[in-house]
Each structure stands twice: as structure tokens, then as C-alpha cells.
């Protein structure tokens, strides 16, 4: 039995992700992925997996504000060139990640003590500065971009952390008590040119609209999205991203794309769970909106500090069925273009350290063997894991 078991996952481990194609033909199938681990040759395995198995990329961390504009006017393109040309050498697209986010922001803007003018200024520049080079020297290559990440849900811990504070007595402007602060963006619209107050500042929106704007500017053709978490299933703020949305949309900001990054556990697993999904994504598709799955990975508990080793093997089988059902939500949602995991295997995970005690999220283990999880994308996605 486990002879045969054994063969069986030797066996799906070769078939591609993305095989032949027929009804959603146009879904992409991804993976983060950190450039020079695909490039420098020091990782064969992956360098396969992501050939045989991906049609998308994104890069973990090399796109953004903090690695590639680490100083004030200057740019280091290096590591995300080449990503775009192992994407070109492979016929392989990428999501552009990420524009305006909170974290990952260089010290020379959180601690430049910049005027909310100059904060847009920077902003508007970093935007127009790196859309136009991936348009310019890849065209087509960079299909979207993550424009601004994880707003709505950073300024509701922020605005929830405040009125516990206030409630337990504690000052909520002491940035010593304050462990969810709002992002350095979030200054801008706060003071005019004359440094008096703006009394229309809103700190969650203003840059939002800032940063689609000056996107949209910069090239008016990229697919523009809107990246965050829980904005999926169940959770309460499923429907406040949604609606968050849904009004800078109605009010015309060019938004195209809600992205649903999908780092799950598994306490999400229900037997309704791929028609809670897909009803989400139904609402977004009904606001003619694109939909991408871009961060889905299934995080179980690990017995070890990599995140290698499942506590228990039944784990892995409800974690195939969470994975089995985020895809066929997205299959069977035409206005659903993209499935991306955050890794596709073991080693290429978030940091581990990231949730202690938990791990093994992706279709793939750290010799590059698929999972469970992998077989029942095979069983789910099949004719779709494969490229041409
Ligand atoms: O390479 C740097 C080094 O130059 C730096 O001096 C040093 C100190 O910070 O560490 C290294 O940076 C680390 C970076 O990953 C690159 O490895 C950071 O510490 C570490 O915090 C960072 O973690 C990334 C995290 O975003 C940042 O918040 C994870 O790898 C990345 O997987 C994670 O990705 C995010 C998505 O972008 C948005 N959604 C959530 C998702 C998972 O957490």
C-alpha cells in the first residue's frame, strides 16, 4: 500500500499544473518566487517546479518599495530584471507587487519627516517611476499591479488597537504603545501646502485614490489591482474590503482588479467553503471586476522550526481539500484570471517564523514532491496544469 501510495504521488508530481487547456483557459497559474533562487542555478529543483508548473510569477519581496527604491532617488532594478527575464525566456507573465503598502517602506521615507505634499510626491514618483519600467523594457510582461496592499485591514487593526488603548487608559499616540501603526501613506491629505490641517483628510482613502491615480497615469492600459487579506470567506471583513471597494470603484477610481491573497489555516475548512468563495468572487465579478487569487497557501501545524514536518498526516488531507476548493471556486468564476500561491513548496515559503508552530502551506514539500494538496489541485484543476 504505501508502495503503491509512494507511486502515485511519484507519478502526479511530474504531471504539470498546467497542462492542457480548455473551459477557464485563460487561468494563470503562479507562484512568488525570490529571483535569484531562480536564476543563479543554486536551485534546480525549483527552477523546474516553477517551469513545469507555473504560467505567472511574483516576486516575494524584490518589487517592492523597500528593495527596489532603498534610497532617496534610487533605484535597483536588478533583482526584478531578472525575474522579467527568466518570465520572458520561459513565455511566463508577472504581477507587479506591490506599490503602496504599509510594510517594507525604506527608512529614508519613515524617518525623512516628509510634509503630506512631499509623502504624495514620493509616492506618485515611486509609482510612475516603476510601472514605466517594466512597461517600457518588457512590454506585456508585468499584466497587473498590486497598486495598493492590505489598506482597509491595516487601518481596522489600527482604529481597533486605538479604542483599546483608549479603553484600558493608555495613551494612543505613544508610539511605544502602538503595535499596529497606520502606514507612513496614510499622512497624505493631512496638511496643505501652508502646513494648516485638511479637514476632509482621510487616512485610509486619500492615498488609495493618490496611488490608483498615479498608476492609472503612468500606463492606462495595466490591469490595476487591489490587494488584500480575509477579504474571502466568512470573516466580517469579507464584506467591509468589499464594500471599501466597491465605493472607490462606484466613485471611478481605477480599480480593475481585487486581489485575494487566501493565506488560510485550516480552521477556514467547511463543506460550504467553495460556495462562500465563489460567491465573493461573483460580487466582485458583478462590479466587472477581475479577480486573482494571489497569495493562497494552507498553513498547518509543524513539529519543527522550517515548517517541514506536519504534526499529522490527516491535516494534509483537509489542507488538499481547502486548496481543491479555492481553485474550483476560481474555475468556475469566469471573471477569475490567476491562482498564485505564495510558494510553491515547502522551502519557498513565507518565513516560517511567521506563524511559530505552523508551516507546510504549499503543494509541494521541500524535496519538490507533491503533497496532497497537490493531487487534489491535479483532481480539480487537471486539463488547466498545463501550458501549452
Ligand atoms: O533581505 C533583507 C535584508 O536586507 C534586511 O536588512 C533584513 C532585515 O529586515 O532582512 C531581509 O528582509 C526580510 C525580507 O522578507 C526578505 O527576505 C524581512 O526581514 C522580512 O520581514 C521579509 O518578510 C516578507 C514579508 O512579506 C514582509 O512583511 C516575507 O518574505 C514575504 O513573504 C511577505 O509577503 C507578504 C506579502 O507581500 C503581502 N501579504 C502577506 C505576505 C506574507 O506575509
Not at 502526479?12 to 533562487?37: E, K, R
Not at 524584490?62 to 533583482?79: E, L, Q, R, S
Not at 460556495?275 to 513539529?303: C, R
Not at 508551516?359 to 496544469?385: I, R
Request: proline share 5%; with cysteine; hydrophobic share 40%.
Amino acid at each position: 500500500m504505501f508502495f503503491k501510495n509512494l507511486f502515485k504521488i511519484m507519478l502526479l508530481s511530474c504531471l504539470p499544473l498546467t497542462s492542457t487547456l480548455s473551459a477557464n483557459d485563460s487561468l494563470l497559474i503562479g507562484s512568488a518566487v525570490t529571483p535569484l533562487n531562480l536564476t543563479n542555478g543554486t536551485r534546480p529543483l525549483l527552477t523546474q517546479a516553477i517551469k513545469d508548473h507555473c504560467t505567472l510569477l511574483v516576486a516575494t519581496n524584490d518589487m517592492k518599495f523597500y528593495f527596489i527604491h532603498p534610497k532617496k532617488g534610487v533605484y535597483d532594478f536588478t533583482k526584478s530584471d531578472l525575474l522579467m527575464s527568466f518570465a520572458v525566456a520561459n513565455d511566463m507573465k508577472v504581477r507587479g507587487h506591490t506599490l503602496a503598502w504599509g510594510q517594507q517602506v525604506p527608512d529614508w521615507v519613515k524617518n525623512g519627516n516628509y510634509t503630506s505634499l512631499e509623502l504624495e510626491q514620493i509616492l506618485v514618483d515611486h509609482i510612475t517611476t516603476v510601472i514605466k519600467h517594466f512597461a517600457t523594457n518588457y512590454p506585456g510582461v508585468v499584466i497587473c499591479w498590486d497598486v495598493v496592499n492590505e489598506a482597509y485591514n491595516i487601518e481596522d487593526k489600527y482604529q481597533k488597537e486605538q479604542a483599546k488603548l483608549i479603553a484600558q487608559g493608555l495613551d494612543p499616540t505613544d508610539p511605544a504603545n502602538i503595535k499596529c501603526p497606520r502606514p507612513i501613506w496614510s499622512k497624505i491629505g493631512q496638511y496643505d501646502a501652508n502646513n494648516q490641517p485638511i479637514a476632509t483628510w482621510d487616512p485610509l482613502r486619500d492615498y488609495v485614490r493618490v496611488a490608483f491615480h498615479a498608476a492609472r497615469q503612468a500606463d492606462p492600459d495595466i490591469q490595476l489591482f487591489y490587494n488584500d487579506y480575509s477579504n474571502e470567506g466568512t470573516g466580517s471583513s469579507t464584506l467591509e474590503v468589499y464594500n471599501f471597494v466597491k465605493d472607490l470603484k462606484e466613485e471611478g477610481l481605477p480599480i480593475d482588479g481585487i486581489g485575494m491573497q487566501c493565506h488560510l489555516r485550516l480552521g477556514c475548512y467547511s463543506s460550504k467553503y467553495t460556495d462562500i468563495v465563489k460567491n465573493t468572487m461573483q460580487k466582485y465579478a458583478d462590479l466587472g471586476m477581475i479577480i486573482h487569487v494571489t497569495e493562497l497557501d494552507v498553513s498547518i501545524p509543524t513539529t519543527d522550526s522550517l515548517g517541514y514536518c506536519p504534526t499529522n498526516s490527516n491535516d494534509l488531507i483537509t489542507q488538499a481539500n481547502i486548496f481543491a476548493g479555492v481553485a474550483t471556486a476560481c474555475l468556475q468564476t469566469p471573471a477569475c484570471k490567476a491562482l498564485v500561491f505564495w510558494g510553491i513548496s515547502y522551502r519557498d515559503a513565507k518565513l516560517p517564523t511567521t506563524v511559530p508552530g505552523f508551516g507546510a502551506a504549499n503543494p509541494f514539500d521541500q524535496y519538490y514532491v507533491g503533497t496532497p494538496a497537490y493531487n487534489s489541485l491535479v483532481s480539480v484543476l487537471g486539463v488547466h496544469w498545463g501550458k501549452h
